[in-house]
């Protein structure tokens, strides 16, 4: 239940399905919300469209909720590579914050080119991220992780995090503001 899907629909009629059970190292879980975000982006610069799959339900080690982001390459063929998806969340080395459950990380995405290269860049909301900023700590106050891409993909080098306790950003830090 709520374990959730992606479908792929191409121009020639073919039709695939994704879910966490047909991705290496990822199990379908009861709630786990797969796909509730999605972001489409050249993140390896090879002229194919990749996706970026949110699952903000996932358990993690971290705990319940914690959320993950799967991003799916295309290569070749023009259909999306299962075997060879990269995963990420705030457990992955260089990605900022700390893997917390309810964080959901991923529940919230968007690509375009934020201009470190001429790959698309990935932006993932973790709308219930607590954290410290200025020695004050704020529950749910959310922020929003930018991985950037390359021509490996994407990659933490240059990654930046934006809340609303970053210089010059609009609003207040606050509790749920998510």
């Avoid at 319940?64 to 998806?85: E, F, N, P, R």
């Avoid at 973790?126 to 994407?154: I, M």
Wanted: proline fraction near 2%; aromatic fraction near 8%.
């Amino acid at each position: 239940l709520d374990a959730g899907a992606v479908f792929e629909y191409h121009s020639d009629g073919l039709t695939r399905q994704y879910t966490q059970r047909s991705l290496p190292g990822v199990a379908a879980e009861q709630g786990d919300r797969f796909g509730w975000a999605l972001a489409v982006g050249d993140f390896d610069r090879n002229g194919r469209a990749d996706l970026a799959i949110g699952t903000p339900n996932e358990d993690t080690t971290a705990g319940s909720d914690a959320g993950i982001v799967t991003v799916l390459s295309s290569y070749g063929t023009g259909v999306l590579d299962t075997q060879s998806a990269k995963t990420w969340s705030q457990a992955s080395t260089g990605v900022p914050g700390a893997a917390e459950a309810g964080d959901r990380f991923g529940a919230a995405l968007a690509a375009c080119n934020l201009g470190n290269s001429l790959a698309a860049d990935l932006a993932i909301g973790v709308p219930l991220e607590d954290f410290t900023a200025g020695g004050l700590t704020r529950s749910n106050a959310g922020v929003v992780d930018v991985l950037y891409g390359s021509t490996s993909g994407l990659t933490t080098t240059g990654v930046q995090d934006w809340s609303q306790a970053t210089t010059s950003m609009l609003g207040g830090f606050e509790t749920n503001d998510q």
